[in-house]
């Protein structure tokens, strides 16, 4: 039961994670304005994402706009989007496999040797979602920060670390954590059964058979080595 109660909570996590991990990929917020230097503009804030930039001003205006060529985008944001894409999909697959072998679902019917499998392979697919939202997060980060250290960078380019880069190193940490311990919480193969036994089942005791049995078996009688005779 409370194996249970730990992979349905692992689950709701590994969910909440996936989610978190779409806001993130939706979010333009992974990069923002640096204000620093004499002269700072606090009259609109702009903010830099895997698919567009905005721009926020005080009064509460915002316009956004799309890149024009994906191949003009430098190397970390190209990498971010196709591994931002291929962890929603990874998270998709990953939630869809879990359910079907978690123990208080019904897929797989009794077999206990396929939800383990199932379950496992749902966990693992779950680790592999965290570490391909932690890659191009990380990524993003280690440029902004280069960059904004880089004196040959103008100020004016220079940016800092937005909402979405903080909420995508959360979302890798969930989902990993979360795809650790629905592997471990999987249910494992018991010796000499495979499937899982409804009620109770007593202890059946061997029962041994002594070897001396076999041979105090009637001889079956050879007829050739008996002499016939004839009665009148």
């Known amino acids: 039961m409370v194996n249970s109660s730990v ?3 692992s689950f709701i996590f590994a969910v909440t994670g996936w989610i978190m991990t779409i806001t993130v990929t939706v ?12 002269n700072i503009l606090t009259s609109e804030i702009s903010w830099e994402g895997i698919w567009m930039t905005c721009i926020y001003q005080t009064t509460g205006h915002m316009q956004c706009k799309t890149y024009d060529s994906m191949l003009a985008l430098p190397p970390d944001l190209q990498a971010a989007r ?11 697959l990953s939630c869809t496999m879990s359910c079907c072998g978690m123990k208080c679902t019904k897929c797989a019917g ?3 040797q396929a939800k383990a499998s199932i379950s496992l392979s749902g966990g693992v697919l779950f680790i592999l979602t965290g570490l391909c939202v932690l890659v191009p997060v990380s990524w993003t980060a280690n440029t902004v920060v280069q960059d904004f250290y880089n004196p040959n960078v103008p100020i004016m380019h220079k940016r800092e670390l937005g909402q979405a880069i903080y909420l995508g190193w959360a979302s890798a940490v969930i989902l990993i954590i979360s795809g650790a311990v629905l592997s471990t919480t999987c249910p494992h193969n018991e010796r000499g059964g495979g499937g899982y036994h409804r009620g109770y089942t007593g202890k059946g005791f061997p029962v041994s058979r002594p070897s001396h049995l076999a041979s105090d078996f009637p001889k079956p009688v050879n007829s050739n080595s008996v002499p016939l005779k004839e009665y009148v």
């Open 82 to 92: 196709a591994l931002m894409c291929i962890s929603i999909f990874l998270g998709w």
């Open 110 to 112: 009794d077999d206990r």
């Open 27 to 38: 979010l333009p917020q992974w990069k923002v304005s640096a204000f620093i230097g004499s």
């Open 7 to 9: 992979q349905l909570l």
